[in-house]
């Protein structure tokens, strides 16, 4: 047929015949408009395809650096901000030093950006403590789900390598516990934080059963993989062998597993282009000082 196909066996054999290849480059701004709690996953033969935060709450990222991750995070933020700007609220763990998203802390939805594992957990320290106010509001009101609740706001936590809050033998006995208690929280907050309105995206770039911890990988639902330099990876990411073999000379293309696996093109959006769309959400914010160690009471809100 010189045509893509794809095979697939529901009960019956289905041969699915498709016109044209999955795109080589998708832009952000040729998305179509979705409502509700939803981002953009990318496009392939049949269509676009969105996942719906509100219905599986919690989302794993992995991919080799310059293949597409830490855009398809910015792609997720950006859509959440232009359709909710009034409701949806980030509090980003940028463990590469706060160069991808620090200059996007003066957002008034961005309520902080961690830039090393000291501030990451401060930060999930507090987060911790919202969980358990929230789930004493529910259990006082009779709630059991956010959905189900008259709560507008959603909480975004989003960890940009998470390798770097993963323990190591070397490091000493007040770093390793510190990194434990982070690995901790984000457990938590997959486990029990999306029935309160918590979203976690958790983001590695070489996954393993260090760097990305099993609670997280079990309650992510949504998993997303761009290409990965070994099967091993590819089995930790998604449970499947394939994020080896995705093509080395197109950025972006990714396999998505829910209850299926997909390969997809994901969009591309520029740090300019990402900037000119959400610059007019900027805010005057505070400067922030600190020694580490130290709590700052202007540290991160919640609402």
């Known amino acids: 047929l010189d045509r893509p196909v794809e095979v697939a066996f529901k009960k019956w054999l289905y041969i699915d015949v498709f016109n044209n290849n999955i795109p080589k480059k998708v832009l952000y701004r040729d998305v179509p408009s979705q409502q509700g709690w939803v981002v953009p996953l990318g496009l392939n033969e049949k269509g676009w395809h969105f996942h719906d935060f509100d219905k599986t709450p919690h989302c794993t990222i992995s991919g080799t650096t310059r293949f597409g991750k830490?855009?398809?995070?910015?792609?997720?933020?950006t859509y959440l901000i232009e359709h909710h700007p009034d409701d949806v609220e980030f509090l980003i763990l940028d463990m590469k030093g706060g160069l991808e998203f620090g200059r996007y802390r003066t957002l008034r939805q961005v309520v902080e950006v961690a830039s090393n594992p000291y501030e990451?957990?401060?930060?999930?320290?507090?987060?911790?403590?919202?969980?358990?106010?929230?789930m004493l509001e529910f259990h006082k009101n009779g709630w059991s789900n956010i959905v189900d609740t008259p709560i507008k706001k959603r909480l975004f936590v989003i960890v940009d390598e998470g390798a770097q809050l993963a323990p190591e033998k070397s490091m000493p006995?007040?770093?390793?516990?510190?990194?434990?208690?982070?690995?901790?929280?984000?457990?938590?907050?997959?486990?029990i934080g999306g029935a309160l309105g918590i979203r976690?995206?958790?983001?590695?770039?070489?996954?393993?059963?260090?760097?990305?911890?099993?609670?997280?990988?079990?309650n992510a639902d949504l998993k997303i993989t761009y290409r990965l330099p070994a099967g091993y990876a590819s089995m930790v990411a998604?449970?499947?062998?394939?994020?080896?073999?995705?093509?080395?000379?197109?950025?972006?293309?990714?396999?998505?597993?829910?209850?299926?696996?997909?390969?997809?093109?994901?969009?591309?959006?520029?740090?300019?282009?990402?900037?000119?769309?959400?610059?007019?959400?900027?805010?005057?914010?505070?400067?922030?000082?600190k020694d580490r160690g130290e709590t700052r009471e202007d540290f991160v809100r919640f609402e």
């Open 200 to 218: 976690l995206i958790f983001c590695t770039q070489y996954p393993t059963s260090d760097t990305l911890p099993r609670q997280i990988k079990q």
């Open 238 to 289: 998604i449970d499947s062998y394939g994020a080896e073999e995705l093509p080395s000379d197109i950025p972006g293309r990714a396999l998505v597993k829910t209850h299926e696996i997909r390969k997809m093109q994901t969009p591309f959006i520029s740090d300019s282009e990402m900037w000119n769309r959400l610059e007019v959400y900027q805010i005057a914010k505070p400067q922030k000082q």
């Open 120 to 134: 990451a957990f401060e930060a999930l320290q507090i987060v911790q403590t919202f969980m358990a106010e929230r």
């Open 70 to 77: 830490t855009v398809m995070l910015k792609n997720m933020t």
């Open 173 to 191: 006995k007040e770093q390793k516990d510190m990194l434990a208690a982070c690995q901790h929280v984000l457990g938590e907050i997959a486990r």
